[in-house]
């Protein structure tokens, strides 16, 4: 069955560009979480939706970052003004959980985004 | 805030031998889960082995196997009759209704 899909896999940029991050999660999943993975280190939390509920963007770096997520399906991450340090791998991952008891998360492949 | 800890940044193992991968974790919340997530040089991070809190017996996945230790907040990962297939970046990953964290990874190598 189709999984996590993300577009672009790779995007290239310059610096104080807007970009537009897409992940399509696996359909019927309600949670979808957003990643940041920069060279070498550990994934870092972004934002995180479930089903109807405010998003948790406790994770969000600054107020450059956003997300959004259409009925309860497709994100869309947004980074305005992108700067160099910006530059990383950005991972969607879903979820069927309807709470944590069963959140396995199923990810993507990433989007590598380099900022010149 | 919750911490993860992984302090091995690589590991090697030879083909056919066992390795362990550490992990311990902070917290002062009693309902949590665990995760070891392996990531091939693909990006696709791929769920190894989950371990519930409240359960006391470790989690086990055909060659993967959890040691889980409550008390002193570690989780480690074993692996069994290591495979090349088995090379990847490996995250321990802790999750509870408050908070969500990921270690930074241990590189494991897998020699023939």
């Known amino acids: 069955g189709a999984g996590v899909s993300q577009s672009p896999s790779n995007k290239v940029t310059e610096k104080g560009k807007d970009v537009e991050l897409r992940c399509d999660p696996i359909s019927g999943h309600t949670a979808l979480y957003w990643y940041r993975q920069s060279l070498g280190q550990g994934l870092e939390f972004l934002i995180y939706?479930?089903?109807?509920?405010?998003?948790?963007k406790s994770g969000l770096p600054s107020d450059r970052f956003s997300a959004e997520r259409t009925g309860g399906s497709v994100s869309t991450l947004t980074i305005q003004r992108t700067q160099q340090e910006d530059s990383a791998v950005y991972l969607c991952?879903?979820?069927?959980?309807?709470?944590?008891?069963?959140?396995?998360?199923?990810f993507g492949p990433g989007t590598r985004l380099t900022v010149l | 805030a919750q911490t993860v800890t992984q302090s091995q940044p690589e590991m090697s193992v030879q083909e056919a031998e066992t390795v362990t991968l550490s992990c311990t974790y902070d917290t002062s919340e009693s309902d949590y889960y665990l995760f070891w997530y392996k990531q091939p040089p693909s990006r696709q991070m791929i769920l190894v082995i989950r371990q519930e809190a409240y359960k006391q017996q470790n989690a086990t996945e055909n060659r993967f196997s959890v040691n889980f230790q409550k008390a002193a907040k570690s989780f480690s990962l074993k692996i069994s009759d290591s495979q090349l297939g088995d090379a990847a970046m490996y995250f321990c990953?802790?999750?509870?209704?408050?908070?969500?964290?990921f270690g930074a990874g241990t590189r494991l190598t897998v020699k023939p």
């Open positions: 939706f479930q089903g109807n509920s405010a998003p948790d």
């Open positions: 991952a879903s979820s069927p959980a309807e709470g944590i008891s069963t959140d396995t998360q199923y």
């Open positions: 990953a802790y999750r509870s209704i408050n908070d969500m964290r």
